[in-house]
């Protein structure tokens, strides 16, 4: 009796002193997390110093060293200056870098169905973006796209409504874009040739240039504020609006799998939201950005902002309409995503309809 008591109590003991050793155990687990540091490269599609989107990645990076306390430091690499700007997504993808930032419509070549998560013709603006991606199911949709490639993106970022691009000639109806040489590119690029037009592709270095010497004859770029500071008010003097091809644009945050999954949760919520908090910052900056340069171009003599002709706008829509479903019957994946893509649009507009542009619409 005395001998199985002794026993107990060494069994007993024995267990008290497991548990001990497994709670200290996984409290050195934790110390030994918490002081680990990650030192990670980031790549992005912008040119150095970039206003807004380069200098919000910088503004990104500079956060979460503060956040994390020095224990995840990103040392970011404007375009070119690792890479090649468009190698970004591939470099996030093998691993190269840890991090990208840029826009998912630059990979259409390799992911076609990425456009829906960057911008397409006549699509939703930022509001309607952030709705879809964050509430509406789309950025589950855009991971499971991205997986294959071992790639995990966040929306950091959004143009805003950008214009439609300066002309060297008034545009009053679809026959003035008949032979247009212009450089848009993507989707847009591919409406614009079916309404007779010439889309060429130029880097963003090359386009006041070609502009400037008649090389083309429309360009659109971004919004006022990146367009003056291009000084394309001096090569065209036509400015249209609204940016039919590029009603919000979203940027991305790419992270790689593997670099993603080494990190501990703490960090991972410090990048989670830090990737959010600048993709309203940028947003917000643009648009601020934006109305003051407006502003500055109407002073401006010989230069005119014009909006495009509305005939001209709805044979842009069907021909875009057109040009999604042909895409979509090539290319099963394109497909589902612009299925899902559609069904919440057309939600959006439902409610945009009674309470964004019914407030907006009140004269
Ligand atoms: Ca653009």
């Known amino acids: ?30 110390a030994v997390e918490s002081s680990k540091t990650y030192n990670w490269k980031m790549v992005t599609t912008w040119p150095p110093g970039f206003p807004v989107l380069q200098e919000g990645v910088e503004r990104f990076a500079d956060n979460i060293k503060i956040m994390s306390n020095g224990r995840l430091t990103i040392k970011v690499y404007a375009g070119g200056e690792l890479i090649p700007a468009l190698q970004t997504f591939d470099a996030v993808s093998q691993g190269m870098v840890e991090m990208g930032h840029g826009s998912a419509y630059y990979w259409a070549g390799k992911v076609p169905e990425a ?50 691009g300066w002309f060297n000639k008034e545009i009053n109806s ?61 090569a065209a003097k036509h400015y249209y609006y609204p940016g039919w091809h590029e009603p919000g644009t979203v940027l991305e945050l790419t992270v790689n799998q593997r670099a993603w999954d080494s990190l501990p949760k703490d960090l991972q919520a410090i990048v989670s939201n830090a990737a959010m908090a600048e993709n309203l910052r940028m947003f917000s900056e643009m648009e601020q950005k934006n109305m003051a340069a407006l502003q500055q171009l109407k002073d401006r003599p010989n230069i005119q902002i014009q909006h495009f002709p509305d005939d001209v706008l709805a044979k842009l829509k069907t021909l875009t309409d057109q040009t999604l479903a042909e895409e979509a019957a090539n290319n099963p994946k394109f497909k589902r995503v612009y299925e899902a893509y559609q069904a919440f649009r057309l939600q959006n507009d439902a409610w945009s309809d009674i309470s964004e542009n019914a407030y907006l619409a009140i004269e």
């Open 115 to 164: 456009q829906f998560f960057s911008s397409v013709p006549f699509g939703m603006t930022a509001r309607g973006m952030n709705a879809w991606l964050y509430d509406g199911g789309g950025l589950e949709l855009w991971r499971e796209v991205y997986k294959p490639f071992h790639v995990m993106p966040f929306p950091m970022g959004n143009s805003g409504v950008q214009m439609g």
């Open 174 to 234: 679809l026959d003035d874009i008949k032979g247009l040489k212009m450089r848009i590119p993507g989707l847009g690029g591919k409406v614009f040739a079916k309404a007779g037009g010439n889309p060429i592709l130029l880097a963003g270095s090359e386009v006041y240039t070609a502009l400037e010497r008649n090389t083309i004859d429309a360009t659109e770029w971004l919004g006022p504020f990146h367009d003056q500071r291009l000084g394309l008010h001096r």
């Open 1 to 30: 009796m005395k001998h199985s008591f002794i026993l107990l109590i060494t069994a007993f003991s024995l267990f008290v002193t497991a548990c001990n050793e497994e709670q200290s155990g996984s409290r050195t687990v934790q």
